[in-house]
């Protein structure tokens, strides 16, 4: 998909633990629409770049602008409502509920109803159940989840998981989706799925993505924009094909004796 | 065979999303309302209602409440009978202060609101602490409770030790003259006491299947992604401790009002709140039916193993020995079963459904 504006921008961001150092100065913008791939080798501050952006972790300076708002301070639920959803590394499900509710709960920041009507069950409460029901069944089948609806996710195998996870951050409808490695552990059919399903979501409803991955065919593939870190700092951003040429990217891959 | 699911086709949403998809279900709950409501008071003995049914009922409200808090969304609470304790006495204030027109389930309500924004206040730490740590928090609900009612005589009448709860707090506009019924009597009361839980069972049942039962959910399971997923998870803990509070608060105005008949202080020590907690984990956390089912073996059990212990070794030995001997062999068989099937009763109750539900050809 074309890029357009840019819709995320990052500003010199430090993040710091103690006296780790996890992101020094890091800035980059995400255009409007694109597939932008975060990579880097363990412990570069992927992570914790995806959690500053969506509000997990505060950064000690810089700013994050999302959609012309600086959201660098707001709580994760605040960046949820505009338009900001996300996957987890570890997999962030509810383990206690089926597929069914876990993707409903994605639809949380759409309930207008009060405890109350649900509690009675009447009225709005009702109807709200099946408008999100119905969206929920679009995404279902969207990423073919129909056979495993009202099946517990513990009990699912771990690429469904990750699968379901998709599901529950798509209902939300969002304009622009994170997902914090969302192809380890798969095998090579399932990678292509998730491919397929990241580039369908990029195309069809215009979403613009934020991933972090390892493998680095499927980067090169799909992404229009690569930003790669190294120990907290940026050292290369670009097309796939600018970062592959890079020195230093391929000196942070390759090692280099100094 | 004996259950089955075939021959029932949904078609809508609103469908899959009801009580009893299973129209044996459907029937067999009618058919057990309508039991209880229209046989169990013809057909009970006093003793029967005033020493198991009602408590049954009254405990099972505040197991219920507990399950909603700590099964439902994982807030581990020992404040119940605490607030078991703010239920009963506001109830009684609220039924004594007030003028004519006020009857005893909308006391209970209010009492139960009360005791929900008490239960806000005392919940306000889980803001920021979880599991164990909340658990003291939550115990300095009960001791604030019994240490509140102690220091001000005014919430109990001014009366020693307890007060006997007064007829006429059960009239109900007169409806009882008009039908020639005493609403003081046993049977009416269970009535009461049925309808009240009903109500609030089926709350609880609405709440659980729809957005916010889904963010109780998600807040038990992982509340950072909860929160990432745009669940306000304070909110939803702190309307858990209200809605939780408010089941406690009219399940101790049940307590007092139609088992005990009188009102004291005592009757909400900490080991009641125990006792509870063992109800909702054996029920089945996280499972409203559950807590009934837990009340049920609770109550039940210690009275049926020292009954069967006195009938086989009466004779034979000191009753304190069998009856001890009934509370270990009690002891022993809840450790089996939470070792068997750790989601309790519930648990349980759904693994027979699905064996049930392919008998005799279970392959």
Known sequence: MAAGNPILQIDNITLAFGGVTALNGISFDVAEGEICAVIGPNGAGKSSMLNVINGVYVPQEGRVVFKGQDCTRMRPRQIAQLGMARTFQNIGLFQGMTVLENILTGRCMKIRSTWLEQGLNIGRARREEVENRRAVEEVIEFLHLQGIRKTPVGKLPYGLQKRVELARALVAEPTMLLQDEPMTGMNLEEKKDMSCFALEINREYGTTIVLIEHDMSVVMDISDHVVVLDYGAKIGDGTPDEVKNNQDVIDAYLGVTH | ?363
Request: net charge neutral; charged share 10%; glycine share 10%.
């Open chain 2, 1 to 363: 065979m004996i259950y089955r699911e075939t021959g029932t086709f949904i078609t809508s949403y609103l469908e899959d999303r009801k009580l009893f998809p299973i129209p044996f279900d459907k029937w067999a709950m009618a058919v057990f309302m309508l039991f209880m409501v229209f046989v169990v008071p013809f057909i009970a003995s006093d003793y029967w209602l005033a020493a198991h049914l009602i408590p049954i009922l009254a405990y099972g409200t505040a197991a219920l409440g507990l399950n909603l808090l700590t099964g439902m969304t994982g807030q581990l609470s020992l404040g119940t009978a605490g607030f078991m304790c703010f239920g009963a006495f506001f109830t009684f204030n609220i039924m004594l202060r007030s003028p004519e027109w006020m009857n005893l389930p909308l006391a209970m309500m209010l009492a139960g609101s009360v005791t929900g924004v008490i239960g806000i206040i005392f919940g306000l730490p889980s803001i920021r602490i979880k599991g164990f740590y909340l658990l003291v928090s939550t115990l300095a609900a009960q001791y604030f409770a019994l240490w509140f009612f102690r220091s001000y005589p005014y919430f109990l009448n001014y009366a020693t030790a307890t007060v006997t709860l007064p007829d006429h707090h059960f009239d109900f506009y007169g409806i009882g003259d008009v039908f020639g019924v005493d609403m003081a009597s046993f049977e009416a009361k269970y009535l009461m006491s049925l309808g009240v839980v009903s109500a609030l069972a089926l709350f609880a049942k609405n709440l659980m299947r729809s957005a916010t039962g889904r963010n109780f959910m998600a807040v038990r399971d992982m509340d950072i992604a909860a929160s990432v997923i745009g669940i306000p998870v304070i909110r939803t803990k702190m309307l858990a401790f209200f809605v939780s509070c408010f089941y406690c608060g009219v399940g101790g105005a049940l307590f007092c009002y139609a088992y005990l008949q009188v009102l004291g202080i005592r009757t909400f020590e900490m080991n009641r709140s125990f006792e509870i907690l063992f109800m909702a984990i054996i029920g089945g956390l996280g499972s409203i039916a559950g807590s009934f089912y837990g009340t049920v073996l609770v109550y039940e059990f210690p009275i049926l193993f020292s009954w069967a212990g006195d009938y086989l070794f009466g004779g034979a030995f000191d009753t304190a020995v069998v009856d001890n001997v009934a509370k270990i062999t009690y002891g022993i068989l809840i450790i089996a079963l939470l070792i068997r099937e750790p989601g309790g009763l519930a648990a349980l109750w759904a693994t027979a459904k699905q064996k049930l539900r392919t008998w005799p050809f279970p392959h």
